[in-house]
């Protein structure tokens, strides 16, 4: 009998194409059997907050401007040629008119495949956020040393 094969990914950026990078590769290995782990850390958390839009989310002033500017998965930004914010609507755009999944898709179909979302203890402590500030599919909040534990046996990558 062979062993199941794994891919852990860390999700660090909070930009929309990295994000849909993310969970492209990681709906991608679901699909073929794959376990799949996915650890939010830093920017990359807005992708599994509770709010998709801007929301002063956090502890303190401080981190509840974080949350605002962050603005959760519907205000994620591309890396390049964001065009004042017009960048993520062309790529949704063109990504239906090629019928191609757009990130909310990919999200949800991480969903539906059982994929394994960790938030980062750390970066939550630093963003002022807790567990419930997250979708209820978070399976856990992990430490790093968890995490790479989690990860031992399989393939990981750093996006």
Known sequence: MSEQKKLS???FSGDFDKLTAVFTLGTGAAAVGYEVNIFFTFWG???IKQKKGRAFIGS????????FMMGGLSATPTSRFNFGGAGPKIFRSLMRKNNVATLEELVDAAKVLGINLYACEMAMHVLG???EDFIPEVKDVLGVASFLKLSEGGQTLFI
């Open 9 to 11: 990914i860390i999700a």
């Open 45 to 47: 958390l807005d992708a």
């Open 60 to 67: 303190n002033w401080l981190t509840r401007l974080f949350g």
């Open 129 to 131: 956020l807790t567990k």
